[in-house]
């Protein structure tokens, strides 16, 4: 039983089906029929979006939401193509294509294979937890450079014609070059205006399905004018009949590198935007969600893509709500979802033929701008300003250099950030301040009475190879402007929750660099962990048990119960 048990907790829809209840089917079914109308358009935009031909954002909406449903642990969760994810996959796409549309979508696969490769590692190894490593400001910079960047390559579609630019500036020039110089295809453009107006406009509204009535509108007057030939104005065309079948996508060798940078790429990209989804919703019904189990259920989903035609998904930010809003109860609202989509592409497949290109546009540019995060940026910049800059620097290391290097440079800055904190961190020399119990910052407390002959030192951080250095020589700096003569050193050491052997070594050198000055180094607050540590390290024995005190109260008193110093305190 206990095997069972570990084997289930891996397939979390098991556990779901077991539960499952009678009253939960008709809002499951009713809530699945409802997200099918936005799957279908929204899967083809972000697959033209992506580079690949549209019929494979429904391949790519179907299986996933199955395999999710089977290993995902959010109940409410909705997986599919992402606008998010589209800048990512097309750089790659067309910088290894060449064009060839059976060629992208095996690039496009071996992506999702890589990515749903990386996620369910890292969810086995139980690293669900680096995403919460890229602090909230440098997210919102990433994601925002992004969205620009989506926004950017659906405006040629947009306005009805093709530019060629690589990157997005040179894509901003050419797309300005191409206006000025009146290439606007005026239907096509009228169309996608259409479409985004209306799409914006019915999207606060929770009863109607604003995307399908504005992609469905622009499908029947470009049908009905026969737009695709009187005016040029570029359409889906027919689909092919039939569902995703089980292929093993090829590559050449000299494609790997690429492929795997980009799918890593995605996969970080992705699993941020899961988590902080599926966090949002299991804190709305009270669920508990294992962040690595959420990792798995999103790999599952990605190999799955890989291997049944697809392309990398993630969560939607834009369908979930719309599955919640109509009632679903568990996965079953996806599987029913995906059911729907399989049932247009066998019984109507020429149903969205004259879906025009400008309107997928419009759907896609409508997405990216859900995309951008300005009003928490604002707080940011009130509360903590540099914070913002490192925000902005992210939007336009992406808008600059590309979606791929611009997530490595945010990768980086989160690194430095991370690093940065725990390189350089506060010190303070104690002092005892009028009125207030313990000792505390004399730059705060200007006023504060120092005991003659000792130095409390307080250190904010872990003691690590990357500031040992910084320690020893804020302590010796400490000791050397004490307004008396320093006979003793207590480190306030509450904050120090680790050491490591440089630290350690350094601490050694500090001990005799002070002894022989005739000053006694001691410790206060040390955690026990960080003192089992320091006697792996050899060093306990070395500084001796009488050095290393439970409170800087208690230092303080041995200090004075054993040099004559004057000092009265006021306090006791």
Not at 102 to 128: K, P, Q
Not at 315 to 322: A, I, K, W
Not at 333 to 347: F, H, N
Not at 516 to 535: R, S, T, Y
């Amino acid at each position: 039983m206990s095997a069972l048990s570990g084997w289930t907790r891996w397939v979390p829809g098991l556990t779901t089906l077991r539960g499952y209840e009678a009253a939960w089917l008709r809002h499951d079914i009713s809530a699945g029929l409802v997200l099918a109308t936005m799957l279908v358009p929204v899967g083809i935009a972000y697959a033209v979006a992506s580079g690949v031909p549209g019929i494979y954002g429904l391949y790519a909406t179907i299986v996933p939401l199955l395999a999710y449903a089977l290993f995902g642990p959010s109940r409410i969760l909705v997986l599919g193509p992402d606008s998010s994810l589209a800048p990512i996959i097309l750089v790659v796409v067309v910088q290894l294509s060449g064009g060839d549309p059976a060629r992208a979508i095996a690039v496009a696969s071996v992506m999702a294979i890589v990515s749903g490769t990386v996620c369910i590692l890292a969810g086995v190894a139980r690293l669900g937890f680096i995403t919460e490593l890229l602090s909230k400001p440098i997210r919102y910079g990433y994601m925002n450079g992004i969205a620009l960047t989506v926004m950017l390559s659906q405006l040629p579609k947009f306005f009805g014609f093709k530019i060629e630019g690589d990157g997005p500036l040179r894509s901003f020039w050419a797309i300005v070059e191409s206006l000025l110089a009146g290439k606007t295809n005026m239907a096509a453009f009228l169309v996608g205006a259409g479409t985004l107006a209306l799409i914006l406009l019915l999207k606060r509204s929770r009863r109607l399905p604003g995307i399908l009535i504005a992609v469905t509108a622009a499908t029947i007057v470009v049908g009905l004018l026969d737009l695709g030939a009187r005016a040029n104005v570029s359409v889906l065309g027919p689909l092919p009949q039939g569902l995703p079948a089980f292929t093993i996508p090829w590559i050449s060798g000299a494609d790997l590198v690429p492929i795997l940078v980009g799918g890593c790429a995605v996969a970080l990209v992705s699993f941020a935007d899961t988590s902080v989804l599926s966090r949002s919703y299991a804190a709305k019904t009270g669920a508990n969600v294992d962040p690595n189990q959420e990792m798995i259920g999103l790999g599952a989903a990605n190999l799955a893509a890989g291997f049944f035609q697809g392309f990398p998904i993630s969560s939607s930010s834009s369908r979930t709500p719309v599955a919640e809003a109509a009632g679903a109860r568990t996965q079953l609202t996806g599987v029913v979802g995906a059911l729907a989509v399989m049932v247009l592409l066998l019984a109507a497949p020429n149903l969205l033929q004259y879906l025009p290109t400008s309107a997928l546009a419009a759907v896609v540019i409508a997405s990216a701008i859900g995309l951008f995060e300005i009003a928490d940026l604002r707080r940011i910049y009130r509360i903590q300003r540099w914070e913002f800059w490192l925000s902005i620097a992210c939007s336009v290391g992406v808008a600059v250099f590309g979606v791929i290097p611009g997530i490595g440079l945010a990768i980086a800055i989160a690194v430095i950030e991370f690093l940065w904190d725990g390189w350089r961190p506060h010190s303070a020399v104690l002092g005892r301040a009028a009125g207030i119990q313990g000792y505390h910052d004399i730059t705060r407390y200007p006023d504060a009475r120092r005991i003659p002959g000792l130095v409390l030192f307080r250190w904010d951080a872990p003691l690590f190879f990357a500031n040992a250095e910084l320690f020893k020589e804020r302590v010796l700096a400490a000791v050397a402007t004490s307004p008396t003569p320093v006979v003793w050193v207590v480190v306030a050491a509450e904050p120090v929750t680790s050491v490591d052997v440089t630290a350690a070594d350094i601490l050694a050198e500090l001990d005799q660099a002070l002894q022989a000055a005739g000053i006694e180094l001691c410790f206060a607050e040390l955690k026990d962990p960080v003192q089992d540590k320091l006697k792996r390290f050899e060093l306990f024995v070395r500084l001796g048990e009488a050095s290393f005190f439970p409170t800087v109260g208690v230092a303080v008193k041995r200090y004075l119960a054993t040099h004559p110093v004057d000092w009265v305190d006021h306090q006791h």
